[in-house]
């Protein structure tokens, strides 16, 4: 066979094989190529193909059809991807498995991890190896030394501040920061987050520490589905404890100091507005990893979860720009657009699961589902009954929703969510 005919048939067979791995949708590849091991400069030519092989291809996937908007224009995010937080479809993403620097957002799997081991109202002295090896520059919420704080208290550092001391005391609590990072390894293998290699619970810059937008967007999914979670990534405001006072011979006095979140979808900014039906999840920025961010918004009975990595823009909080442009496209696209894969699900996913309204947890006999006195709900959100209830940030728009764990987390049954999905207005 001459050179010529070899060479035409060689360049047949490689088109033939790249049509059919943009054909294959299968949730998780059998012979998916095995992915770099660490945060790479540029996306890799073959990255994990979890949750179809489309999502391990390089570039933006999407099914423009009829019908069908078109993207955004200038989006500049490394990765991002879009999915249907019901169903677990993946609407449209670029680069989903490109594996990268987390920054703060990997506080998701962390709470979603450790939150349901204490009960709220615990309460813990803070000592000085509970906060040992904070990384420098790290965001703080302001915990002090031999000062005693309830595990509530300590969440609304983590979820608000995106403190890392508060995520040092709980995971000195949870038996120390590496038995912590075990945990949440182990917990990321289960949601199957394979793009996700821990090395800080907080997610500050460490080497070998990386995750991805698709891994991202599963722990914010699992984490959506306890009812503590939920309503601590959507307080808007709180009162924090602060430092004890002596006053002569008067009683000591505690002061507080207000915390407001520093979710600017939730919160608001100069050069951005709260994002109509937002109900969370968490932002991060760090030097290497750049501004990242995962959110969960409802409108017109969909409920999406968006996640953005590490924009090239320069734009001040042009992650959160990006995040509602992309929050748009796929409100107006869900029900049009056929998926490019899907979420997939844990490992110890059953029928038998219980549903979020439950404790989240595991040491019962503490009231569950409250964000506590003196928080404040996001504009537009719905009082809870009961005096505690009145300082839940609730971030959603009016009306009864559910959160379909589908096929990641149950069979035809959802996660519902009405504590979290009446609308109230900001005092």
């Not at 991807?81 to 993946?90: C, L, Q």
């Not at 987050?193 to 090395?199: L, Q």
């Not at 520093?262 to 109509?276: E, F, K």
């Not at 503490?366 to 300082?391: F, I, Y």
């Amino acid at each position: 066979m001459s050179a010529p005919k070899k060479i035409a048939q060689r360049s047949l067979l490689i088109t033939s094989a790249a049509l059919l791995s943009f054909s294959v949708t299968a949730p998780a590849a059998l012979a998916a190529p095995k992915p770099s091991t660490s945060p790479t400069k540029a996306p890799p030519a073959r990255m994990s193909q979890v949750g179809g092989a489309r999502l391990g291809v390089p570039g933006t996937q999407v099914n423009l059809a009829q019908g069908v908007p078109v993207l955004p224009k200038g989006l500049t995010a490394h990765s991002w991807i879009v999915t249907d937080a019901e169903s677990g479809e993946v609407l449209a993403s670029h680069n989903a498995h490109w594996r990268l620097p987390p920054a703060s957002t990997l506080k998701m799997l962390f709470a979603d991890t450790v939150l349901p081991r204490f009960p709220k109202e615990q309460r813990h002295q803070v000592l000085p190896k509970d906060l040992a090896g904070i990384g420098a520059g790290s965001s703080m919420v302001g915990i002090k030394e031999q000062e005693t704080y309830t595990v509530h208290d300590l969440w609304l550092g983590v979820f608000l501040r995106s403190g890392n001391d508060a995520v040092h005391v709980l995971s000195s609590m949870n038996g120390g920061v590496a038995q912590t990072v075990r945990d949440m390894q182990a917990h990321a293998d289960a949601l199957q987050a394979r793009d996700t290699h821990v090395v800080s619970p907080d997610g500050y810059d460490a080497k070998e520490q990386y995750s991805s937008a698709y891994d991202l967007t599963l722990f914010a999914r699992s984490g959506l589905q306890k009812k503590d979670f939920r309503e601590y990534c959507s307080t808007v405001r709180a009162k924090f404890p602060g430092a004890t006072t002596h006053k002569g011979k008067g009683k000591p006095t505690r002061e507080t100091f207000e915390i407001q979140n520093t979710n600017r979808l939730l919160s608001g900014d100069a050069d951005i507005s709260v994002y109509p039906g937002i109900a969370g999840v968490k932002n991060g920025n760090t030097t290497n990893a750049g501004a990242t961010f995962t959110g969960v918004a409802e409108r017109g009975g969909k409920v999406l979860l968006v996640t953005v990595m590490n924009p090239e823009k320069p734009e001040h909080n042009e992650v959160y720009k990006e995040t509602a442009q992309l929050f748009d496209w796929g409100f107006k696209a869900a029900g049009k657009v056929q998926p490019v894969g899907t979420l997939v699900p844990p490992l110890n996913a059953t029928p038998s699961a219980r549903p979020s309204g439950a404790p989240s947890a595991a040491v019962t006999g503490a009231p569950q589902g409250t964000a506590g006195a003196g928080s404040e709900p996001v504009k537009g959100a719905a009082a809870q009954g009961g005096s505690r209830g009145a300082g839940t940030a609730l971030a959603v728009s009016a009306g009864l929703l559910a959160l379909l764990a589908g096929a990641a987390f149950l069979v035809n049954r959802r996660w519902p969510l009405p504590d979290l999905m009446r609308r109230r207005t900001r005092r």
